[in-house]
Each structure stands twice: as structure tokens, then as C-alpha cells.
T-cell receptor
């Protein structure tokens, strides 16, 4: 089955620095790769997603890149701010039993220090 | 209305109790999901309903029984749970049933089994 590995598990940066989180997936048929942010005690919320026909997508300070050949995708946050502190989950689709399922990575706890 | 509403927010139950978790969305979404999230772990898929029919059951023990009374409501009936079932139970919905679009999560129901 699909396996999504996410690194690092924790990341600490100074305000204004960039943060990069990387994920690899195993199913070459995966075609949808979302990133979710979960603040402490809150629900996961989609921050950006990318589909397999696109190599890069940007939304203000957030960007995602996808390398289908290597089967990895990355989240880039520039000019980090304290409110970026949260757990970030990557995910990839797995087509199994006639249905798509989202498989989540283990998560990265990002701490942005003022 | 762009929210998924879950009740109750907190639930404490004994191993012999029967209780239910409820989820509601009025976004016209055709797929609804139950996820289980343990502390410091990613959401783990339990069930998926597509067009009010159960499409995915991730081999969840029968002490968890999902129900989708209509396209806006999703219930999770709980019976004879174990302490290890204590977790945050997240409901989510998505526009399409293909699991390749944004998941809208509720705030979750935090369950404690004594």
C-alpha cells in the first residue's frame, strides 16, 4: 500500500527564515498531494495542494514542489512568522479497491521563534 | 456556511456505555469521512461515505458503527469501547466523492474511554 514519509519530524526556525518540509510517497499512481496545517487544539486545514500534472504551485509565502520521477514533494514557507507555528501534514492519494484514499505523513512540528 | 460541525466536543464514557458522535455540513458536499487522531499522530481514516453510501471501511472494529442518515449528516455510534479508543474523532467532508479535493474538517470530538 501507499506509504508517505515526512521529514523532519520537528523544525525550529527564527522568524523571517525559510522552512522546508519534505515528503516521499511510494505509489506512482498518486495524483493529488495536499498539505494541511493543524494548530494546537484546532482542526487540520488545507493550506496548499498540487496535482500530478503540475510541478510547482505558489500562494503568497507558501509553495509546493512536486518531483514525480523521484516521488517526492516539498512544502516551502518563506519569511516565517510566529503564527506559522503548527504541525504540518503532507498527504498523497492511494487508489485502492476502486476508491481514492488520502494517506497522511507523520507530521512536522514547526516552531517559529520571534 | 463553510463549516463542518461536530457534537459533542468532549465525551467521557465507560466501556459498557453506548454513545454517538454527530457531524453536520451544509455545503452540499457528497462525501463525508470519519478520521481518528491520537496525540502527536496524523489523522487515520476510518470510514468514507460517498453519496450517502459507505464506500470505505478501513477494517474498523465493529464497536464503531457509522451511519449516514442523509447527505448532510454523519453519525458514529460507539459501543463497548476500549480505553485505547480514546482519541480525537474528526469528521470531514469534500465536494466530490473522489477524495482528490479539499477536505473540510470539523473541530473534532475528544473521546475519553474509562
Amino acid at each position: 500500500g501507499e506509504n508517505v514519509e515526512q521529514h523532519p519530524s520537528t523544525l525550529s526556525v527564527q522568524e523571517g527564515d525559510s522552512a522546508v518540509i519534505k515528503c516521499t510517497y511510494s505509489d506512482s499512481a498518486s495524483n493529488y498531494f495536499p498539505w494541511y496545517k493543524q494548530e494546537l487544539g484546532k482542526r487540520p486545514q488545507l493550506i496548499i495542494d498540487i496535482r500530478s500534472n503540475v510541478g510547482e504551485k505558489k500562494d503568497q509565502r507558501i509553495a509546493v514542489t512536486l518531483n514525480k520521477t523521484a516521488k517526492h514533494f516539498s512544502l516551502h514557507i518563506t519569511e516565517t512568522q510566529p503564527e506559522d507555528s503548527a504541525v504540518y501534514f503532507c498527504a498523497a492519494t492511494l487508489f485502492s479497491g476502486g476508491y481514492n484514499k488520502l494517506i497522511f505523513g507523520a507530521g512536522t512540528r514547526l516552531a517559529v521563534h520571534p | 456556511d463553510t463549516e463542518v460541525t461536530q457534537t459533542p466536543k468532549h465525551l467521557v464514557m465507560g466501556m459498557t456505555n453506548k454513545k454517538s458522535l454527530k457531524c453536520e455540513q451544509h455545503m452540499g458536499h457528497r462525501a463525508m469521512y470519519w478520521y481518528k487522531q491520537k496525540a502527536k499522530k496524523p489523522p487515520e481514516l476510518m470510514f468514507v461515505y460517498s453519496y450517502e453510501k459507505l464506500s470505505i471501511n478501513e477494517s474498523v472494529p465493529s464497536r464503531f458503527s457509522p451511519e449516514c442518515p442523509n447527505s448532510s449528516l454523519l453519525n458514529l455510534h460507539l459501543h463497548a469501547l476500549q480505553p485505547e479508543d480514546s482519541a480525537l474523532y474528526l469528521c470531514a467532508s469534500s465536494h466530490g466523492a473522489g477524495n482528490t479535493g479539499e477536505l473540510f474538517f470539523g473541530e473534532g470530538s475528544r473521546l475519553t474511554v474509562l
